[in-house]
């Protein structure tokens, strides 16, 4: 198999389960060596009690044909971060999929009626923690490399919640941050967003499993167009591994738009993509779809660029 990534370092913050773990396992079958980093560990789970670790998600990245190296680190901490990209040294992927947030999020309730400390605690846990990973990562980032900030939808519409809005949609701007102090270095900064994604979190909320996921269905008919986590992953495999990136540098995109792009397909190898079947399915949920497009990007001033020479 060929192993396009074989040779490239890689750090995915947030790698226990959910699209962290995806991106991390298509990484590795692309041959990358994957830090993989995140608080659970054996004998001490994650938010409710939830069995991954990150030993389960380097095991996976080895088993597929790369390098995983488990790292427990608390990314709220900028010493345990630190100590993490000194063991690392240079690197050529980072990937911020921290989150830690689906035991917080109250769904339904407005911005006044929720637990502040919880909405405040989230901005610690999916923004706090990125900016901390990327201050310390960023430095040893080598030429060439692609940051990677992993948000929710590639769009103009409300997130469901206040804080997870605010969450979401920061990460976006993020990534069009970094490729403006990263330009000179010839470093990629962009944001990568999955579908409707399968995880193991959602596969618990719904009460199944990958065996028999489609039952879900009766609850929210749109989990039928859901992807697993290897399905986003395996898209940003593609983008580390397409030489002309650097034309995607400051944008957002989504896993159904890479897929048909790069000819990515899911585990099953189906492609699934979420906005075509809103189209076909729920026209008027598609139509508050407002995609970031390039009149858009032109305000925030980004325009893909060439590299140096």
């Not at 999929?97 to 999916?126: P, Q, S, Y």
């Not at 995109?253 to 075509?276: C, I, Q």
Request: with cysteine; aromatic share 10%.
């Amino acid at each position: 198999m060929k192993k396009p990534l074989a040779g490239k370092i890689a750090v995915v913050a947030g790698a226990t389960r959910g699209a962290g773990r995806g991106i991390a396992v298509a990484l590795g079958e692309a041959g990358a060596t994957v830090y993989c980093t995140g608080r659970s560990v054996p004998g001490n789970p994650g938010m409710q009690n939830r069995p991954e670790t990150i030993q389960q998600t380097a095991d996976i990245v080895t088993a597929r044909g790369g390098r995983g190296i488990p790292v427990r680190v608390d990314h709220t901490q900028p010493s345990e971060v630190a100590a993490l990209f000194e063991r690392v040294g240079e690197l050529d992927i980072l990937v911020n999929d921290i989150w830690g947030g689906d035991d917080v999020v109250e769904w339904g309730k407005k911005l006044w009626e929720t637990n502040l400390e919880d909405g405040l605690g989230l901005l610690d846990r999916a923004i706090k923690t990125h900016i901390i990973t990327s201050y310390y990562g960023l430095p040893r980032m080598r030429g060439g490399g692609l940051v990677i900030e992993i948000t929710d939808g590639d769009a103009y519409f409300y997130r469901g919640h206040f804080f997870y809005d605010l969450v979401k949609t920061t990460v976006i701007r993020m990534a069009f941050a970094l490729s403006q102090e990263l330009k000179a270095r010839g470093v990629i900064a962009l944001a990568v967003t999955p579908g409707f994604l399968r995880s193991e979190w959602m596969l618990y909320h719904f009460g199944v499993t990958e065996a028999n996921w489609r039952d879900a269905a009766q609850k929210a008919p749109s989990f039928l167009a859901s992807e697993t986590p290897l399905f986003v992953g395996r898209c940003v495999a593609a983008l580390a591994a397409d030489p002309n990136v650097h034309l995607k540098n400051g944008r957002v995109f989504a896993s159904w738009d890479l897929a048909d792009e790069y000819g990515v397909v899911d585990a099953d190898g189906t492609r699934p993509h979420f906005v075509r079947w809103l189209q076909e399915n729920q026209p008027e949920v598609a139509a508050s779809w407002k995609k970031l497009d390039d009149t858009f990007y032109a305000y925030w001033g980004s325009t893909p660029y060439e590299m140096p020479g």
